[in-house]
Each structure stands twice: as structure tokens, then as C-alpha cells.
């Protein structure tokens, strides 16, 4: 198969019938040896977090395709680590689309003097950042992604409506099992001209907590699969 693009999580390849193979890794976003889903480089490698990030992926896009979200998603190959999807175009050179429902992280290293970390932000914030390690994703309005070419205010509108229902479909299956989500992280992309959800929803794109503690990545996922 030909290698489309490296990521820090996952590889691409390009299959015979024009799809696309996703295989996921063992790494992981963080700093130190510590796991944060808002950094922008590999920090850590969890041995079988790929493996486990493509069980919850395929676990939420079913949830998602039930509720009549369209996503990228075809089929998976557990033992592999490898999920078949429909292609689909990067807007720009990747955009990462952030749905926050308590204010932490980097939102609270940006703006820590207006709120405090915990901070419930009601109905949800949504932003977007360009996927540029050098830059350290910098963030862009939809005003700017539409000046920049990158798309359309109407796909923006799209994006952020899907987002919102996507990020409520997932924290209330959380909620379900006593799990609060504080934030998530997708991206999108567009298959004949619709803004579709690709890439992954996964334990490592999302911050979690249980009774006022992280949960992490591999406890996260054995909590969703195993209920």
C-alpha cells in the first residue's frame, strides 16, 4: 500500500478501491512522559493505546451513525489496528476543531487571568487551531478560515453545529457510566463537497474526569468498552 501521510498517532495508506487505511499507534500527545490531549507533539507511547483508541473510535462512529451524524468511518480491523474510511480533503493542511465544556488546559494557559481552571463553560465552546507543530497550532476564527481560503462560513456553520452534537452524543455517554467530559478534539474534513467528521474519537482526544480526577487514556477506554 502507498503511504499517504505520518502522523503522530496514526499512519495513512491508500487502498486499491480508493478508500483510505488508517493504522494506529501507541503514542501519544503530551509533555514529560505526561498525557495532554492539547499538546501538539508525541510526549508519551502507551503500549496498546492504538489498538484501544480504534475500539473507542469504532464504538462512538456506530453511536454517531445511529444517531444520523455521516462520518468517515466504513470498517475496522481490531487485531490489526487498522480502520478502512471513505477519503476524504484535509481543509487546509489540517485543522483541529476543539469542543470545550470546562475550561482547562491550554484554554486556561491563554486565558487563566479571565476564569479559573474548572470553570463549566455552558453550551459548549467550540475553536479551531491549524495542525502546525512549529507555529504551535495556532488558532484561527471562522472569519479567518474563510479569508484564508481554507472554507467557507457556511462549512464553518456546518462544522460547529456537527460539533456540538457530536461532543453531546459522547458526554452523555460518559455521563451514562459517571464519567464527566471536560473536552474533545476532531477534525473534519469534506467528501463530495459535505463537511464530514474523519480521524478518530478516541480516549487520547479527550479530557475526562471521575469524581474530580483525570482518567486516563487506557482506563478511559476499558471504563467505555467494558461496562
Known amino acids: 500500500m502507498k503511504k499517504?501521510?505520518?502522523?503522530?498517532t496514526k499512519d495513512v495508506f491508500e487502498l486499491d478501491n480508493g478508500n483510505v487505511m488508517l493504522k494506529f499507534k501507541d503514542d501519544c500527545t503530551g509533555k514529560d512522559g505526561v498525557f495532554d490531549p492539547g499538546e501538539n507533539s508525541v510526549g508519551l507511547t502507551i503500549e496498546?493505546?492504538?489498538?484501544?483508541?480504534l475500539q473507542t473510535s469504532v464504538y462512538y462512529f456506530e453511536m454517531l451513525k445511529e444517531a444520523g451524524v455521516k462520518t468517515h468511518y466504513v470498517s475496522a480491523d481490531i487485531d490489526n489496528a487498522t480502520m478502512e474510511?471513505?477519503?476524504?480533503?484535509?481543509?487546509?493542511?489540517g485543522l483541529?476543531?476543539?469542543c470545550r465544556l470546562v475550561a482547562t488546559?491550554?484554554?486556561i494557559r491563554r486565558y487563566?487571568?479571565?476564569?479559573?481552571?474548572?470553570?463549566v463553560l455552558p453550551g459548549g465552546y467550540v475553536e479551531c487551531t491549524f495542525k502546525n507543530d512549529a507555529k504551535g497550532d495556532p488558532l484561527v476564527t471562522s472569519e479567518g478560515l474563510a479569508a484564508l481560503g481554507v472554507m467557507s462560513e457556511e462549512m464553518f456553520k456546518s462544522m460547529k453545529e456537527q460539533t456540538l452534537k457530536i461532543t453531546k452524543v459522547v458526554a452523555d455517554d460518559l455521563k451514562s457510566i459517571g464519567l464527566d467530559l471536560w473536552d474533545i478534539k476532531f477534525?473534519?474534513?469534506y467528501n463530495n463537497g459535505e463537511v464530514i467528521l474523519i480521524d478518530e474519537i478516541a480516549s487520547g482526544n479527550m479530557r475526562v474526569y471521575k469524581d474530580g480526577k483525570i482518567v486516563e487514556p487506557v482506563e478511559l477506554t476499558k471504563l467505555i468498552l467494558n461496562r
Open 112 to 119: 487563566g487571568e479571565y476564569m479559573e481552571d474548572g470553570t
Open 85 to 93: 474510511v471513505l477519503p476524504a480533503t484535509v481543509f487546509g493542511h
Open 187 to 189: 477534525e473534519f474534513g
Open 48 to 53: 496498546g493505546i492504538g489498538k484501544a483508541n
Open 105 to 107: 488546559g491550554s484554554f
Open 4 to 8: 499517504l501521510y505520518e502522523g503522530k
Open 96 to 98: 483541529e476543531v476543539i
